[in-house]
């Protein structure tokens, strides 16, 4: 999955856990990066979103 189809579906969502299923990542922190997205930001989206 391209960067920008990747990047447009965490501005949508806000769903950080979903874009790192899609991308097949096991670690948080290697979606946070590949999306640019600063880490305070990745932690509260991910506290708010309830599983």
């Known amino acids: ?3 920008t189809k990747v990047a ?3 501005r949508k969502t806000g769903d950080l856990r979903a874009v ?3 991308l097949g990542h096991t670690k948080m ?3 946070v990066r590949y ?3 600063e880490i ?3 932690l509260a ?3 708010a ?3």
Do not use: F, P
């Open 45 to 47: 989206i991910a506290e």
């Open 1 to 3: 999955m391209r960067r």
């Open 29 to 31: 922190d290697s979606t």
């Open 40 to 42: 305070e930001d990745a």
């Open 35 to 37: 999306l640019g997205v």
């Open 20 to 22: 790192q299923l899609l």
């Open 49 to 51: 979103v309830e599983i």
């Open 8 to 10: 447009q579906i965490y």
